[in-house]
């Protein structure tokens, strides 16, 4: 496996940078735009953190534009894994991948400085070549993914997870709290982040037994001290901001995240066909552009951009697919934030203790 | 029980209707703002319908207000279920509430000619009351609540269930998709509405062993006719309009409705911000207005009130509980509409062979 660096620059390149450098490793040939989106992400991302270093990873005809950066090397991959490519595919065939190659360098992180890779591939890959390269940390049984969704105090409320497991036990959902909790802490600075359990209603005897047995351990965790738990939260407590991080299952994060996906973008086609619906509403617009413009920035969800595969041994960022270069760019902020505040150490220094202090929900007995 | 009706007028008051009159029972009590929102709703909901008659359930002093109405008789009840009463309140303890002696009028349809009851109380204590007054449908094991979401079309995608039941087997999902598509038929007149089940992916691999299954009963369902099915859709595919039915379980149905409606709430919030925000702004919203209020009637939540209580012998339509008089006439135009159009019987004639024709799924094996 090691022999795929042997094609690509040598990770000691690096040896002489700073000590406070935070290397990122970013594969260039995921999402559905590739290099001409990941390439011009990474040079603003350089221009704007000067602590930052990038290794690049595609084939070389794509590195080749990114020829004599500074703060930057490239390593060339001769595969990569699509969009509509299989998880097999991605794990047993394409063995030299960009997305591979990219992951096997957070891996190698002792020997190569890096501490964090940011791929906009095919999320069921992703997970699973990271899955299978940097194994989950003691005491997770499983990883998950972190988003952000915006919420009316102009902050962001972190929701996990997204789609890795599609049946959680109270463990899981437990385990959930832990590593967003640890994620809001590394990446926004925030001591003591707030957690609430996504239910049907906020009544602590509400929801199925999982949920109800999740909010005992939920609650017991907060009372020990490992987390500070709200209690229940509803679906729209993800936009009041009413917690900094809500948990639910992947199936219903999934829902909950192209349900809102889908519900904004309506909206916002329906105010632009109604700005553009003859000429006294196209003159409307010209009047109100400035207004819309601070809305539509206010809640472009390419700020929020940047999605946290959490629970592994190395830090991994899932860019949106579709991510134009301000998008990427932002995950790739993401991940140097993450990085910086060594977002791993701080879940691994949490799990531990929160689950050698539930007597009752060791991880061995997660089924 | 029947003695509850002798505090009120006579059913047989409507002895002398015209034979296609349409005869709804209303809970005058339920809902944050009782019998001010509910009566003017009432009102402005007879004059639109001249076939219409109405049968107002409420205390003595707040159904003076509508002495004289004509199509209009009125039933006295003493109390009230709030909207924090528990469950078993509603159930055992306020045995003379508004709302129950309104769901009693529809049992007794045979003598009261009522064919439709609408609530915007309690949801639990609705569906409780509802569920041990009228009784379930042959083949139906849980009633389920559906509602509609506007989508791009500018129609609406109906969504079931929204809450009434937490944990689903297979079987539910299969009744659910039964009489969403016969509500759907009897409201909007589709002869063939098409339905998708929720899952977290196209692909007929996606999602847990609940879905996998239901989507294997949905195909077998739609090959033999009893429905048409379409396949798995995603959140976003409720605004898209991919189909006119989505089917969930109540938990991702009771999320995903409060998600939309929180993310809805602050957007609108953020568009009025923007558009007060010094004098410039409010310019632009003085010239904007009739834009903005073409593109707030279009997505006006309080056009899609009204939510079915389905698979019980009877109809039951539940209010949001904070509608204004607009929105409340809405939820009785919808309970009008499935009257007029004998949905309780719909649902019943599709119900029976669908399950019959399903030799791997009788209802009597659902857990």
Redesign the interface.
Known sequence: MSAEFSKGAPASSFAGAAPKAVRIVVDCMGGDHGPVVTLPACRAFLDKHPQAEIVLVGTEAALSAAAGWDRCTRVVATEVVTMDDAVEVALRKKRDSSMRVALQQVKDGASTGVLACVSAGNTGALMAVARYLLKTLDGIDRPAIATVL???HDGYTTVLDL?AN??CTPEHLLQFAVMGSALVTAVDGKAEPLVGL?N?GEEAIK???T?KRAGELLRAAGEAGQIRFHGNV???????GTVDVVV?D???G??????????????S???KQ??T?GP??K???L??L???K??KH??DPRRYNGAALLGLRGLVFKSHGSADAYAFEMALTRAYEAASHGLVDRVHDKIVPTLKSMPGAPAESAA
Do not use: H
Not at 254 to 267: F, I, P, Q, R, W
């Open positions: 915006p919420n009316r789609g599609v049946d996504l049907i929801g199925s037994d949920i509803e679906g729209n407590d993800i936009f009041k639910c992947g199936f219903v999934n829902v909950l995240l192209k349900t809102s996906e889908g519900l904004a973008s309506m909206l086609d329906f105010i109604e700005f619906r006294l509403a003159l409307a617009a009047v109100a400035p207004v819309l601070r809305f206010r809640v």
